[in-house]
């Protein structure tokens, strides 16, 4: 039987899935959908700074590792998420002084990158650097306590501590042509002159019935910089209930971000942020919302499914 994941293949590009360590564990039916379906893995947690050094200096790896053995035992790629981000990171590196704040994210990155050195394939290096207005830098503590260089920091770090890793620079509302994008742009202009990035990661996590027209046109100015490019978080969010109506678009809405990515040489591919509608973060964040996945609770696909497989070239 056809899967996402034999398509993706045939076509080379990844079909991603974010992965819960609890659900990973405790579950086999999870497992095994997770392990037939996708041929790369993103830990929606368990790589994050608060998961991974919860205080200065204690690394804790085991949730993180568990996934990464998990990918490897199944021939699946990862994707590493994040170093460099404004949420869930820990409160003492919140507090530190501006030389005190790069010591930690190097010491962080260096030991994180290079335990996972040839088993994580790319990472999202900086993630969810600029604002949501006018494409303003956002003041972020990272910004407030390093200025502007920390994000070369970041990259320069990552770079020598994993030189075959590909580094990403994600975030989300730029699958657009706006001001936002049109930041990312120039800071990704930045750092490919000095030759530290090799990605952009364009999250999108949309709204049914809103995949920017522009999305096309907008991933290609980035790859004519030499970069690839990913969609690297994708759900489809409703007003919910969801009726068959709303599913059917979304299955419309899913088929034409995934066949942007097939049909861009350089887009390595799509990933989904979440198995089942159940385990989004979606309604936790917009009460009223969701069903924004692939697959329902009890594993049955939607038919959002059915038209990535299509977009994939099966089905
Ligand atoms: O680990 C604790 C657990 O001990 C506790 O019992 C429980 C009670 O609420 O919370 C658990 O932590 C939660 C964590 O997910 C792990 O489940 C946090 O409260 C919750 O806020 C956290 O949410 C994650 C969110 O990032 C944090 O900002 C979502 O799962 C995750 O999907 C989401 O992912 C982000 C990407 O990293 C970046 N882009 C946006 C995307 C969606 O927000």
């Known amino acids: 039987q056809t899967t996402l994941r034999g398509a993706a293949d045939e076509l080379g590009k990844d079909i991603g899935v974010a992965v819960s360590y609890s659900q990973l564990m405790n579950n086999a039916q999870y497992r095994n959908i997770v392990a037939t379906e996708f041929n790369s893995l993103t830990a929606e947690n368990a790589m994050k700074w608060d998961a991974t050094e919860p205080s200065d200096g204690n690394y804790t790896f085991t949730q993180a590792d568990a996934i990464v053995d998990f990918a490897e035992d199944n021939g699946q790629t990862v994707h590493g998420h994040t170093f460099v981000w404004h949420q869930q990171t820990p409160s003492w590196v919140q507090g530190l002084s501006g030389t005190a704040m790069r010591a930690a994210m190097v010491d962080h990155i260096n030991t994180v990158a290079n335990r996972y050195e040839g088993r994580v394939d790319s990472w999202d290096v900086v993630n969810e650097v600029v604002s949501d207005s006018n494409g ?75 995949v920017p027209s522009t999305m096309e046109a907008n991933l ?78 009890d594993y049955s696909k939607k038919p959002a499914y059915n038209s990535v497989l299509s977009a994939l070239g099966d089905g």
């Not at 975030?171 to 706006?178: C, G, L, P, V």
């Open 136 to 210: 303003a830098m956002r003041d972020s503590f990272w910004l407030r306590a390093m200025g502007e260089g920390y994000i070369t920091t970041a990259f320069q770090t990552a770079r020598a501590a994993d030189p075959n890793a590909d580094l990403y620079i994600n975030d989300y509302s730029i699958e657009a042509d706006n001001a936002k994008s049109d930041r990312i742009y120039t800071i990704a202009q930045g750092l490919v002159g000095q030759g530290l990035l090799d990605g952009v990661g364009f999250q999108s996590h949309l709204i049914l019935g809103q």
């Open 220 to 297: 290609q100015r980035f790859v004519d910089l030499g970069l690839k490019v990913r969609i690297t978080e994708l759900d489809i969010r409703i007003a919910m209930p969801a009726d068959s109506s709303e599913l059917a678009r979304q299955a419309q809405d899913y088929e034409r971000v995934v066949s942007i990515c097939a049909e861009l040489a350089d887009c390595t591919g799509v990933t989904v942020w979440g198995l089942r509608d159940g385990d989004s973060w979606v309604p936790g964040v917009f009460p009223g919302e969701g069903a924004p996945l692939l697959f329902n609770d």
